[in-house]
């Protein structure tokens, strides 16, 4: 049974950074398209940023351009999710999310696409003074 998890949700001061990483369950994670995704209280989930398993075309959505960095270490079965220059409208639990094997491999979906199958619980990310 296929699972991911994320790690590295804390608190953390406006303008600071924060790192967070998703793993999985075995060694599939380098073939699968991985997103992240954010919920705010009271607010509707939304993608954050996407990459493909080889890890090129990274998309983001307009808030977290030029501020998000997501990347992937394949020998290591990790995608990561560098954030720098966070505001409170950063707050929220951030989410990581699979494709199925081997899809996805050139290119990943859209934020806003079903073929995202494979979620973990997510980890909380606090932006406050």
């Known amino acids: 049974h296929f699972e991911v998890a994320e790690a590295g949700g804390g608190l953390v001061q406006p303008g600071g950074s924060l790192g967070l990483s998703c793993g999985a369950s075995?060694?599939?994670?380098?073939?699968?398209?991985t997103g992240w995704f954010r919920q705010a209280p009271g607010k509707e989930r939304e993608g954050v940023s996407a990459?493909?398993?080889?890890?090129?075309?990274?998309t983001y959505v307009d808030s977290v351009k030029g501020r998000f960095t997501i990347s992937r270490d394949n020998a290591k079965n990790l995608v990561y999710l560098q954030m720098t220059n966070l505001t409170p409208e950063d707050t929220g639990i951030y989410y990581c999310?699979?494709?199925?094997?081997?899809?996805?491999?050139?290119?990943?979906?859209?934020?806003?696409?079903?073929?995202?199958?494979?979620w973990g619980r997510g980890t909380q990310v606090t932006v406050s003074t």
């Open positions: 990459i493909s398993g080889s890890g090129a075309d990274p």
């Open positions: 999310s699979t494709t199925w094997e081997h899809y996805y491999y050139y290119t990943p979906p859209r934020l806003d696409s079903e073929h995202w199958r494979f």
């Open positions: 075995d060694d599939t994670l380098r073939d699968r398209a």
